[in-house]
T-cell receptor, first 111, second 111 residues
């Protein structure tokens, strides 16, 4: 099975940088995904890591350490529209493309 | 249509009634999923289908059934709704790389 932990809430200032952490314990690991979900909307895909290291995509970057069971999502140059819930999800080796989601981190961006 | 559609958008249902939530995708993805999302519990997998003609149970399958007669459609049926099935239901499909794409959701209230 999977166990995924993320902080429940975070607050950051517009223009700043914020790091959202995710730790996981899994019987088998085959990739980690980050999704963004605005209130009342569906989750949308942000990033995918399967190998150790940093994946950069514009203002968003995601890091993975498989040996530590740890990932983070880094958001730079924060904008008000980045206020949303950020979901960490892990895919295990035996489950096809099934994902197990964390409960999400609610990020509030303030002026 | 483009992507994934779900119907209805929202529904109020009397306990004991039967209800089918519809999901259709036009991306020719083989795998599809049904999740429920509840405050504080995150996204939980109800049922999934790796390809047309096959289905499997997720984390919380009790009280729900699915069918996958073709690639595009993946309906979710509540045979006899109970108040604990009040939730937001998301359908998703995944591409060959395993990235899941979500429909807009169905908000269900069971009274």
């Amino acid at each position: 099975g999977q166990n995924i932990d993320q902080p429940t809430e975070m607050t950051a200032t517009e223009g700043a940088i914020v790091q959202i952490n995710c730790t996981y314990q899994t019987s088998g690991f085959n990739g980690l995904f980050w999704y963004q979900q605005h209130a009342g909307e569906a989750p949308t895909f942000l990033s995918y890591n399967v190998l150790d290291g940093l994946e950069e995509k514009g203002r968003f970057s995601s890091f993975l350490s498989r040996s530590k069971g740890y990932s983070y999502l880094l958001l730079k140059e924060l904008q008000m529209k980045d206020s949303a819930s950020y979901l960490c999800a892990v895919r295990d080796v035996g489950g096809g493309n099934k994902l197990t989601f964390g409960t999400g981190t609610q990020l509030k961006v303030e002026l | 249509i483009a992507g994934i559609t779900q119907a209805p958008t929202s529904q109020i249902l009397a306990a004991g009634r039967r209800m089918t939530l519809r999901c259709t995708q036009d991306m020719r993805h083989n795998a599809m999923y049904w999740y429920r999302q509840d405050l504080g519990l995150g996204l939980r997998l109800i049922h999934y289908s790796n390809t047309a003609g096959t289905t499997g149970k997720g984390e919380v399958p009790d009280g729900y059934s699915v069918s996958r007669a073709n690639t595009d459609d993946f309906p979710l049926t509540l045979a006899s709704a109970v108040p604990s099935q009040t939730s937001v239901y998301f359908c998703a499909s995944s591409d060959r790389l395993g990235t899941q794409y979500f429909g807009p959701g169905t908000r269900l209230l069971v009274l």
